[in-house]
């Protein structure tokens, strides 16, 4: 059983930049692929960014490509989600994921945090 705890949320403005993390206790950190995902009011869960379990591979959506980076640090059990140039469609809460292998789909995730909200004014 993995624990995932999220923290780093906050409100900024339009054009900052925002570093989310993740701490993971109990199972083997180093196992689990892991993943970013969002939900925005009145949307569905939206697949933010991945790496693999070997930190070798990196996945993005469309959205956040070339402006978010997802990096991982087995020693201190920690995802992180580095978030530049934030604008207001990057409001939402932001959830972390674990699984054995990562995918866009949220439903493969057996592992949850309980959300962080970044909020983005313009």
């Known amino acids: 059983q993995v624990q995932l705890v999220e923290s780093g949320g906050g409100l900024v403005q339009a054009g900052d930049s925002l570093r989310l993390s993740c701490v993971a206790s109990?199972?083997?950190?180093?196992?689990?692929?892991l993943a970013w995902f969002r939900r925005a009011p009145g949307k569905e869960r939206e697949y933010v960014a991945g790496v693999t379990l070997t930190g070798g591979t990196t996945y993005y959506g469309n959205s956040v490509k070339g402006r978010f980076t997802i990096s991982r640090d087995d020693a201190a059990k920690t995802v992180y989600l580095q978030m530049d140039s934030l604008n207001s469609e990057d409001t939402a809460v932001y959830y972390c994921?674990?699984?054995?292998?990562?995918?866009?789909?949220?439903?493969?995730?057996?592992?949850w945090g309980q959300g962080t909200q970044v909020t983005v004014s313009s």
């Open positions: 109990g199972g083997t950190f180093s196992a689990y692929g």
């Open positions: 994921a674990a699984a054995p292998i990562i995918t866009t789909n949220s439903e493969n995730y057996p592992y």
